[in-house]
């Protein structure tokens, strides 16, 4: 395993999955507080995608958002939108809590997620409002159209931001959902892998087994391997020019 690919832990001094990236300064301040942002497009894509890496952030004492871009108002059959999405915000919430992170709603609608202007500001400015260090997202070689949605505002919002944040692109049931995904960058969850799991139950009405049966559970074992550790999660890192935003 070269160094490259384990530097989003072995590097940190904090010990914790942190990065060990120059433009934030860790490794020269690692008792720097971060903050860290995610953009998702339904609730449970957080907490599936990179949950142990969320909470691992957040019981260090960094600032973690997470940015559910709608409230799954799709995701219940026989439900309304509007029951659906209180039903699932009220999920997120509670599973906001198990890991220790604050909540954010962007007001999109599940299966109807738009990318244009308007929207790119308000994504961008959701992200700016939190001055973030680090921003995890959505990879956009996804066959879910919200998860592209999610992912490419996301982009955007990296391009435009001065200074510019770390980008890390996270993983949903890869194969099934996720498509060529290799990792650059790992971080260790064996010791928040209980914690994620309490958190993705908490989406009752998304069928929480068949969440970890969609490749969950084993990609966290399989990325634990790759890392040498009992269970890991995945990213791929955005790379480009930080000056103009070029990728």
């Known amino acids: 395993m070269t160094n490259s690919r384990r530097q989003f832990i072995a590097g940190s001094a904090l010990g914790l999955g942190a990065l060990a990236v120059p433009s934030i300064g860790l490794a020269q301040a690692p008792d720097k507080k971060l903050n860290i942002v995610c953009v998702g497009a339904h609730p449970d894509d957080p907490e599936s995608g990179c949950g142990g890496t969320l909470a691992k ?60 202007n308007a929207w790119i500001r308000t994504i961008g400015g959701l992200i700016e409002r939190e001055k973030p260090d680090i921003v995890f997202a959505h990879w956009p070689m996804d066959t879910h159209r919200d998860h592209q949605a999610a992912s490419l505002m996301t982009i955007q919002a990296w391009v435009q931001a001065k200074p510019k944040f770390d980008l890390y692109f996270f993983e949903v049931c890869s194969g099934e959902q996720t498509m060529a995904f290799r990792p650059t960058d790992y971080v260790d969850i064996t010791d928040t892998q209980a914690q994620k799991r309490k958190a993705v139950f908490c989406h009752e009405s998304q069928d929480p087994e068949g969440i970890y049966a969609c490749g969950h559970e084993i990609a966290e074992k399989f990325r634990g391997v790759e890392m040498g550790v009992t269970a890991a999660e995945g990213f791929i890192r955005m790379t480009g020019r930080n000056s103009a935003g070029i990728i």
């Open 57 to 116: 952030y957040a019981n260090a004492g960094h600032t973690v958002t997470v940015v559910y871009l709608t409230r799954g108002e799709g995701g219940i059959p026989g439900k309304s939108a509007d029951e659906a999405a209180a039903i699932r915000t009220k999920e997120a919430e509670a599973a906001c809590k198990w890991l220790n992170v604050r909540p954010v709603f962007a007001g999109q609608v599940d299966g109807d997620t738009m990318v244009n």
